[in-house]
């Protein structure tokens, strides 16, 4: 079992930045792990990922402005968004693999899940 638990979120103006925060504890071995994003009405979408090996994965639209990090000292994966868009709005999730998986971007791959952290982008 692996509990997660996302914070970081908030309003900014748009071209602002956040950095999300995902803390995992349970069974924290260095499993595949993603940000995904589920606006209202829409589906839940892949925005980063990372492997287990460190290989990381962008949607297009988060290209050039988004990072996705881990630091397994500290069980904590992160997502640092820079030049936000009003389209950036969305709850947030961070979700973990329980083994390899890359890209691993369907939301079907992932076997844990955090509670999630709103992002709002306002024009």
């Known amino acids: 079992q692996v509990q997660l638990v996302e914070s970081g979120g908030g309003s900014v103006q748009a071209g602002g930045s956040l950095r999300l925060s995902c803390a995992a504890s349970?069974?924290?071995?260095?499993?595949?792990m993603g940000w995904f994003r589920q606006a209202p009405g829409k589906e839940r979408e892949a925005v980063a990922t990372?492997?287990?090996?460190?290989?990381?994965s962008f949607a297009d639209s988060v290209k050039g402005r988004f990072t996705i990090s881990k630091d397994n000292a500290k069980n904590t994966l992160y997502l640092q968004m820079n030049s936000l868009k009003p389209e950036d709005t969305a709850m947030y999730y961070c979700?973990?693999?329980?083994?390899?998986?890359?890209?691993?971007?369907?939301?079907?791959?992932?076997?844990?899940w955090g509670q999630g952290t709103q992002v709002t982008v306002s024009s």
């Open positions: 979700g973990s693999v329980g083994g390899y998986c890359y890209p691993c971007l369907f939301p079907g791959q992932y076997d844990y």
């Open positions: 349970g069974n924290t071995y260095p499993h595949s």
């Open positions: 990372i492997s287990s090996h460190g290989t990381t």
